[in-house]
């Protein structure tokens, strides 16, 4: 603010006259850039406002004297500048940053125009490297006033936000969306890829939207670090809950204190000391991270709160324990912990974190088993059990279905059901049928908006589909209406016109009036509709029929393999094959298949069980211990692996990639390949700015570029949304080639296995052996489901 006001002040002094959007501009970036780079930030438009180079050495010098000081406080102080926000790695987020907040009593105003001078400023910082345009900027906000809901203090979970305004880099996501979330309900929240889901989690979970209630502990699973690599699993589930775990460290500490010699005071003063000092640094812990994440009116209160604790941190640390701690502190602080004590049952706690290991996938020996030791699909089941076990306020799940086996799926979505601890629950989900089981209403992100449904995602999609008919027909009902009142107008106005009939003209200006009320003749509550309904200005007197359209996603195209030349029985096959990385124990054991050329094939099991291990036999990435794997001479496979999105070049475009991976094709093949998969301007950004489902639709592109034979597809809808899958599923079902699946999703198998085709199978693969599986998906969920329900 200081050196905003000191450059304003000199332009006045100097007689430099700006444009007063350049003014304006300049006072927004002013608030914060420090005084070492305000000359090559500014000079620009000193230059074009034809300053002399002369008088522009003598300004920056005056401002320099005059700032003093002020501008070293200053440089000190932006040490403390909000950082961005890392990239999302999953989901559908472009990415986050944080907020330029307006205050606690925000309202949204339009960014100020930007001259052609303030722009090829931008564009000189930028060049400059003094623009981070690599890490998107995104602004958070919403309404507010004195009786808005984080002024007040009150016990309420309950989340009622109006007006939020949501974007990245200048791009809309949200413009005036209400956000409502209802304490102890369960949402869905559903949205095309990129619409800013994951956002606005992320936003919600990290503080940056301005207005969510202050008190109210929001939780999102990306939220949830690995903190030590050398606990074991449930030692580092147990960790998530600080709370908790601060308070047995505290109470640990000073039992061993007080079991020592009665007389030795000094060394309870130490332990006394000791926590004194882990309590100020866990402060100062919360205060960078708000200072981090906020910036604006709110970060600069945070980064004084920040100073404010840095301050105590360092008094308390240039003291001894003799002299903080005293016979009353001392006193205060045990009685304190010791109350605290007796409300945190461990015991209770750690079978509570055994259970939801064992839910989503732990075994025994696992749950002691060092975190260092699990790959990231391991992890992120840590993680989903961390965000089960604190129990915040307001949960958020984004695919938490992604990793997990079916009878995990199973179990979590029986935990989530089950949950009455007053957590409401925002989940975000391709999986149809966990959507449908768990959720109670639904949050539809679309255009910019934030509608609700009393109702899960398929009653949602049936009420929506029964809506658009109805109001189809009134629309039409409507059209043919309104073409007759128009004849009718015409042919008055003629007669008007030859007869000089003057009531001819009352009759048209009554048609008009009808034309004027046409529209819904009663509100969607099936009231039927009255003007006072309708307060303030429109330019219709009756609510108009829109009907809605379907959400329009990218078809895919997938091309037909060329013909092979076939004479055997059989296109791809094992023959009595075996493997296991430990010789004493065998993953598969003499398992035999045979692969058709029209084949739909789909193996079933838990996490663990070899589903992946035979599908790298089948495409030979991994040699089988014994047995054989054979294959048609010509015959070309396309395998979609759990790890083929992370295994993208992430600094290359997608169309730089598939160029780099296939030599002798042009941009122009490219672009035109990618074009068949629905992925149109996003192949000339990078993959690493794109979200988890176009990464999957880039990878599938480059997958089907050779026109495979047969497709191995090992979980493909992980991170795609439900528009894709439905688009996903009618081209496999058109597919002429043979299918391999492996997919937790139940509605995506049930859409392309049939129980009545012969060339369909199912396969479950259990203790080594590959075992035919004749009943149909749903009767296998059920017993799968039984047993999870045994064993909870």
Same mark, same amino acid.
């Given at each position: 603010?200081?050196?905003?006001?000191?450059?304003?002040?000199?332009?006045?002094?100097?007689?430099?006259?700006?444009?007063?959007?350049?003014?304006?501009?300049?006072?927004?970036?002013?608030q914060?850039?420090?005084?070492?780079?305000?000359?090559?930030?500014?000079?620009?438009?000193?230059?074009? /406002?034809?300053?002399?180079?002369?008088?522009?050495?003598?300004?920056?010098?005056?401002?320099a004297?005059?700032?003093?000081?002020?501008?070293?406080?200053?440089?000190?102080?932006?040490?403390?500048?909000?950082?961005?926000?890392?990239?999302?790695?999953?989901?559908d987020s472009?990415?986050?940053?944080e907020?330029?907040?307006?205050?606690?009593?925000?309202?949204r105003?339009?960014?100020?125009?930007?001259?052609?001078?303030?722009?090829?400023?931008?564009?000189?910082?930028?060049?400059?490297?003094?623009?981070?345009?690599?890490e998107p900027?995104?602004?958070?906000?919403?309404?507010?006033?004195?009786?808005?809901?984080?002024?007040?203090?009150?016990?309420?979970?309950?989340?009622?936000?109006r007006?939020?305004?949501?974007?990245?880099?200048?791009?809309?996501?949200?413009?005036?969306?209400?956000?409502?979330?209802?304490?102890?309900?369960?949402?869905?929240?559903?949205?095309?890829?990129? #619409?800013?889901k994951?956002?606005? *989690?992320?936003? *919600?979970?990290?503080?940056?939207? #301005?207005?969510?209630?202050?008190? #109210?502990?929001?939780?999102?699973?990306?939220?949830?670090?690995?903190?030590?690599?050398?606990k074991?699993?449930?030692?580092?589930?147990?960790?998530?809950?600080?709370?908790?775990?601060?308070?047995?460290?505290?109470?640990?500490?000073?039992?061993?204190?007080?079991?020592?010699?009665?007389?030795?005071?000094?060394?309870?003063?130490?332990?006394?000391?000791?926590?004194?000092?882990?309590?100020?640094?866990d402060?100062?812990?919360?205060?960078?991270?708000?200072?981090?994440?906020?910036?604006?009116?709110?970060?600069?209160?945070?980064?004084?709160?920040?100073?404010?604790?840095e301050?105590?941190?360092?008094?308390?640390?240039?003291?001894?324990? /003799?002299?903080?701690?005293?016979?009353?502190?001392?006193?205060?602080?045990?009685?304190?912990?010791?109350?605290?004590?007796?409300?945190?049952?461990?015991?209770?706690?750690?079978?509570?974190?055994q259970?939801?290991?064992?839910?989503?996938?732990?075994?025994?020996?696992?749950?002691?088993?060092s975190?260092?030791?699990?790959?990231?699909?391991?992890? *992120?089941k840590?993680?989903? @059990?961390?965000?089960?076990? *604190?129990?915040?306020?307001?949960?958020?799940?984004?695919?938490?279905?992604?990793?997990?086996?079916?009878p995990?799926?199973?179990?979590?979505?029986?935990?989530?059901?089950?949950?009455?601890?007053?957590?409401?629950?925002?989940?975000?989900?391709?999986?149809?049928?966990?959507?449908?089981?768990?959720?109670?209403?639904?949050i539809?992100?679309?255009?910019?908006?934030?509608?609700?449904?009393?109702?899960?995602?398929?009653?949602?999609?049936?009420?929506?589909?029964?809506q658009?008919?109805r109001?189809?027909?009134?629309?039409?009902?409507?059209?043919?209406?309104?073409?007759?009142?128009?004849?009718?107008?015409?042919y008055?106005?003629?007669?008007?016109?030859?007869?000089?009939?003057?009531?001819?003209?009352?009759?048209?200006?009554?048609?008009?009036?009808?034309?004027?009320?046409?529209?819904?003749?009663?509100t969607?509550?099936?009231?039927?509709?009255?003007l006072?309904?309708?307060?303030?200005?429109h330019?219709?007197?009756?609510e108009?029929?829109?009907?809605?359209?379907?959400?329009?996603?990218? @078809?895919i195209?997938?091309a037909?393999p060329?013909?092979?030349?076939?004479?055997?029985?059989?296109?791809?096959?094992?023959?009595?094959?075996?493997?296991?990385?430990?010789?004493?124990?065998k993953?598969?054991?003499r398992?035999?298949?045979d692969?058709?050329?029209?084949?739909?094939?789909?193996?079933?099991?838990?996490n663990?069980?070899?589903?992946?291990?035979?599908?790298?036999?089948?495409?030979?990435?991994?040699?089988?211990?014994?047995?054989?794997?054979?294959?048609?001479?010509l015959?070309?496979?396309?395998?979609?692996?759990?790890?083929i999105v992370?295994?993208?070049?992430?600094?290359?475009?997608?169309?730089?990639?598939?160029?780099?991976?296939?030599p002798d094709?042009?941009?122009?093949?490219?672009?035109?390949?990618?074009?068949?998969?629905?992925?149109?301007?996003?192949?000339?950004?990078?993959?690493?700015?794109?979200?988890?489902?176009?990464?999957?639709?880039?990878?599938?592109?480059?997958?089907?570029?050779?026109?495979?034979?047969?497709? #191995?597809?090992?979980?493909?809808?992980?991170?795609?949304?439900?528009?894709?899958?439905?688009?996903?599923?009618?081209?496999?079902?058109?597919?002429?080639?043979?299918?391999?699946?492996?997919?937790?999703?139940v509605?995506?198998?049930?859409?392309?296995?049939?129980e009545?085709?012969?060339?369909?199978?199912?396969f479950?693969?259990?203790?080594?052996h590959?075992?035919?599986?004749?009943k149909?998906?749903?009767?296998?969920?059920?017993?799968?489901?039984?047993?999870?329900?045994?064993?909870m």
């Amino acid at each position: 603010m200081a050196l905003r006001d000191t450059f304003i002040g000199k332009l006045a002094e100097f007689n430099i006259t700006l444009e007063e959007e350049t003014v304006e501009y300049l006072s927004e970036i002013l608030q914060d850039l420090q005084l070492s780079d305000l000359r090559e930030s500014t000079e620009t438009f000193l230059i074009d /406002a034809n300053t002399s180079t002369e008088a522009i050495q003598q300004f920056y010098e005056s401002i320099a004297k005059t700032a003093g000081t002020q501008g070293q406080e200053k440089a000190k102080e932006d040490h403390r500048e909000p950082k961005k926000l890392q990239k999302s790695q999953s989901g559908d987020s472009s990415g986050d940053t944080e907020p330029e907040s307006k205050g606690s009593t925000s309202v949204r105003k339009s960014a100020p125009r930007r001259t052609r001078r303030a722009k090829k400023a931008e564009g000189q910082q930028r060049q400059t490297g003094q623009d981070e345009s690599e890490e998107p900027d995104i602004v958070a906000i919403s309404q507010q006033s004195r009786f808005h809901l984080e002024t007040l203090e009150t016990q309420s979970t309950e989340i009622d936000l109006r007006d939020v305004q949501l974007s990245v880099n200048q791009v809309d996501l949200l413009v005036d969306a209400k956000l409502k979330l209802k304490t102890g309900t369960r949402y869905g929240l559903v949205g095309q890829n990129g #619409v800013g889901k994951t956002v606005l *989690m992320k936003c *919600m979970a990290d503080g940056l939207l #301005v207005g969510l209630p202050k008190h #109210v502990n929001i939780l999102h699973i990306a939220q949830l670090q690995i903190q030590d690599e050398n606990k074991s699993v449930l030692d580092e589930v147990l960790s998530a809950d600080k709370r908790s775990t601060t308070i047995l460290r505290e109470g640990k500490m000073l039992q061993e204190a007080q079991g020592q010699k009665l007389e030795d005071t000094e060394g309870l003063y130490r332990v006394v000391y000791q926590i004194l000092v882990s309590r100020a640094r866990d402060r100062l812990d919360e205060a960078n991270k708000l200072a981090t994440r906020r910036s604006g009116t709110r970060g600069h209160e945070a980064r004084q709160e920040l100073i404010k604790r840095e301050k105590e941190m360092a008094e308390i640390l240039a003291k001894t324990s /003799a002299e903080v701690v005293n016979q009353e502190v001392a006193n205060q602080v045990v009685g304190e912990v010791f109350e605290r004590l007796e409300l945190v049952d461990e015991e209770e706690l750690r079978v509570r974190a055994q259970k939801i290991l064992r839910g989503v996938g732990f075994t025994e020996e696992q749950l002691q088993a060092s975190v260092s030791t699990f790959s990231g699909g391991w992890r *992120m089941k840590i993680a989903l @059990a961390k965000s089960l076990f *604190m129990e915040p306020d307001v949960l958020l799940l984004d695919e938490p279905t992604n990793h997990l086996d079916l009878p995990a799926i199973l179990w979590l979505q029986e935990y989530l059901c089950a949950m009455d601890n007053g957590t409401t629950l925002v989940v975000v989900s391709h999986d149809r049928a966990f959507l449908n089981a768990v959720t109670e209403e639904t949050i539809i992100f679309r255009d910019q908006k934030l509608k609700y449904h009393a109702g899960n995602y398929e009653d949602w999609e049936k009420n929506t589909e029964e809506q658009r008919i109805r109001k189809q027909a009134l629309l039409d009902a409507q059209e043919r209406r309104k073409k007759s009142i128009m004849a009718s107008i015409q042919y008055n106005l003629q007669q008007a016109k030859s007869t000089g009939d003057e009531k001819r003209l009352g009759q048209v200006a009554s048609r008009k009036k009808k034309l004027d009320r046409l529209g819904m003749e009663k509100t969607e509550d099936g009231r039927r509709f009255k003007l006072k309904y309708r307060a303030g200005w429109h330019e219709h007197q009756r609510e108009q029929i829109v009907v809605e359209q379907a959400v329009k996603t990218a @078809a895919i195209k997938i091309a037909d393999p060329p013909p092979l030349r076939y004479n055997g029985p059989h296109l791809l096959g094992l023959k009595e094959v075996s493997f296991g990385y430990d010789k004493s124990k065998k993953i598969l054991d003499r398992i035999s298949l045979d692969i058709e050329p029209s084949s739909r094939i789909a193996f079933l099991g838990g996490n663990g069980c070899g589903k992946t291990t035979l599908l790298n036999l089948l495409t030979r990435q991994t040699q089988p211990q014994s047995g054989e794997v054979y294959q048609h001479p010509l015959l070309r496979i396309g395998y979609f692996s759990q790890h083929i999105v992370d295994q993208l070049p992430m600094d290359m475009t997608p169309v730089e990639a598939m160029m780099q991976q296939f030599p002798d094709l042009s941009e122009h093949d490219c672009r035109a390949h990618f074009g068949t998969l629905g992925i149109g301007s996003i192949v000339t950004r990078p993959i690493a700015g794109l979200s988890g489902g176009q990464r999957s639709r880039v990878a599938f592109a480059l997958m089907l570029y050779r026109s495979p034979h047969v497709m #191995v597809l090992d979980e493909i809808t992980n991170h795609l949304d439900m528009g894709t899958v439905e688009h996903l599923v009618e081209a496999l079902a058109g597919y002429s080639g043979a299918l391999i699946l492996v997919s937790h999703d139940v509605w995506f198998m049930k859409q392309l296995l049939s129980e009545d085709d012969n060339t369909h199978q199912m396969f479950v693969v259990k203790n080594g052996h590959v075992v035919p599986w004749r009943k149909s998906i749903d009767d296998y969920v059920a017993s799968v489901l039984r047993q999870v329900k045994k064993n909870m």
